[in-house]
């Protein structure tokens, strides 16, 4: 028993490690990915002075802490989301095992959670999802689908399907309807890497949350400065519940739906 416990918290530990490691390879993605440019040249530099980074000041949130934040060379500080993007994928991975063990469920839903993740810093810096993150991670999502009894290929594929067509649909009608942009097309690629890894109903409830988070969260800001809503940002956050909680969820809207059984 204590055995098993030990195994597993070493199991987590290890995929924390790989996390915080993927999640500073994650910064660079989103970054470069979103200007068109390469995640292998440069290396990594302080964007103030451009000073290369040696591998020592690259640890991922231990160089930052260590550096207080700033360039060793020059001093210019360095973002904080940085190490908070690498601490995120981190918990994120030593947690799925925690919780799935060391599995192909845990693999699948680590990498899912990356994808959110790296969409959100994109979306949220650059108003851009990478084609790399949706539509590379359409295919990962349906390659994940037969790996694991969680979701099948075919409803991976008819997530993907329904994903990119609701999203489709709406920014069709929004366009017609408003006489301009209502959706951008990175939106539309994003929910078909949801609908691959969550299914045709993960696909409706990431929708109804995302959509329900960016007006509460974003609508007033919105409303009184005139600026676009970074939509990737909240369907990736209803995505990661959906993921976490959403047969939950589901079943309780049905219950309460179709209100209490008749005595």
């Not at 030990?6 to 470069?32: I, K, P, Q």
């Not at 696909?203 to 960016?214: E, H, K, N």
């Not at 409303?223 to 993921?243: C, D, H, S, W």
Request: proline share 5%; charged share 10%; with cysteine.
């Amino acid at each position: 028993m204590g055995g098993g416990v030990m195994e597993g918290w070493s199991a987590a530990a290890l995929a924390g490690l790989f996390g915080l490691a993927l999640g500073s390879f994650l910064n660079v993605c989103a970054l470069r990915w979103s200007q068109d440019g390469s995640v292998l040249r440069p290396r990594s530099h302080c964007p103030s002075c451009g000073t290369t980074v040696v591998w020592y000041d690259n640890v991922p949130v231990v160089s930052w802490i260590v550096l207080r934040g700033r360039c060793r060379r020059c001093g210019g500080g360095i973002s904080f989301h940085y190490p908070a993007v690498e601490l995120a994928t981190g918990l994120g991975w030593a947690g799925l095992v925690l919780l799935h063990g060391p599995s192909a469920e845990a693999l699948r839903g680590a990498l899912f959670l990356t994808l959110l993740l790296g969409i959100t810093v994109a979306d949220a810096r650059f108003y851009i999802i990478p084609d790399q993150f949706s539509v590379g991670g359409a295919v990962l999502g349906l390659v994940m689908a037969p790996l694991t009894p969680a979701l099948q290929l075919f409803d991976a594929a008819v997530g993907a399907a329904t994903g990119f067509g609701v999203l489709w649909a709406v920014a069709t009608l929004g366009r017609w309807a408003f006489k301009k942009e209502a959706m951008g097309g990175g939106d539309i690629k994003m929910m078909a890497m949801v609908g691959a890894f969550l299914g045709p109903s993960g696909v409706f409830l990431t929708i109804f949350l995302g959509a329900l988070l960016g007006t509460v969260v974003f609508g007033p800001i919105s409303y009184r400065t005139g600026k676009l809503v970074p939509f990737g940002i909240f369907l990736a956050a209803g995505a990661a519940v959906t993921y976490g909680w959403g047969d939950a969820l589901l079943s309780w809207y049905w219950e309460w739906a179709m209100g209490p059984p008749s005595p």
